[in-house]
């Protein structure tokens, strides 16, 4: 029939809004609820990997320092890669002593690199279990790391904590309550859309103005409502 009077279809297709609304509610809501609790203990950890410069040319002295940054650059971009691999995943579980199933520290250890600076995110259901296995990670680095990397073997590069660890939950309630917001404005949107879908396909004449518009007549005459 057409979309001339929109304040008309939401009087009518009001009930089709709200149910589609309440629908994507529940089923957000219910995801939220679904959401496991976690946590992430974050630690920051600095990486250098000592002087690094050409040994022969003597002309090559003056760049020592540029040089020592560069490798330490480098071997915090290893680094990153070295804690997301199962190897260093099985020294993990071995140094816990626990038999954990195939994938869960590589799945729960996360490293970032930032130039010389290295983010690892430890993430576990429980916050202390998290803090324990972030403060081990840089023990297990300067244990297993040389047979790995030869920059980490003995008076070569090193990694400092710089922070204790910082223990947050990965998902907090104002993410939750933001994401069933969301998920709720998607929900009226599309019962609005598809209001105006069933009241566009409903062939109903309704007023004067609709008999007018769709048979193409003047309207000489209307019974008033009764009741």
């Given at each position: 029939m057409g979309l001339g009077d929109p304040l008309g279809m939401l009087r009518r297709r009001w009930p089709i809004v709200a149910l589609v609304t309440l629908l994507f509610l529940l089923v957000a809501a219910?995801?939220?609820?679904?959401?496991?609790r976690v946590y992430t203990a974050t630690i920051e950890l600095a990486v250098n990997a000592g002087q690094q410069a050409p040994s022969?040319?003597?002309?090559?002295?003056?760049?020592?320092?540029?040089?020592?940054?560069l490798s330490s650059e480098y071997l915090a971009d290893d680094l990153s890669l070295l804690l997301k691999s199962d190897a260093f995943a099985r020294d993990l579980a071995g140094y816990l002593q626990e038999d954990l199933p195939r994938g869960t520290i590589a799945d729960t250890v996360r490293a970032r690199g930032t130039h010389r600076v290295l983010e690892v995110v430890v993430q576990h259901s429980d916050p202390g279990r998290a803090e324990q296995i972030a403060k081990i990670v840089p023990d297990l680095i300067r244990i297993q790391g040389p047979k790995y990397l030869?920059?980490?073997?003995?008076?070569h590069g090193q990694v400092t904590v710089l922070a204790p660890p910082i223990v947050d939950r990965s998902v907090t309630g104002l993410k939750l309550a933001t994401d069933v917001a969301v998920r709720g404005a998607i929900g009226l949107l599309a019962g609005l859309f598809l209001a105006l879908a069933v009241?566009?396909?409903d062939a109903t004449l309704r007023s004067p103005a609709d008999v007018e518009?769709?048979?193409g007549l003047p309207v000489l005459g209307e019974i008033p409502a009764t009741g």
């Open positions: 219910g995801l939220a609820l679904r959401v496991p022969s040319p003597p002309a090559y002295a003056y760049y020592q320092d540029y040089y020592s940054w030869a920059e980490l073997g003995p008076d009241d566009y396909l518009r769709t048979l």
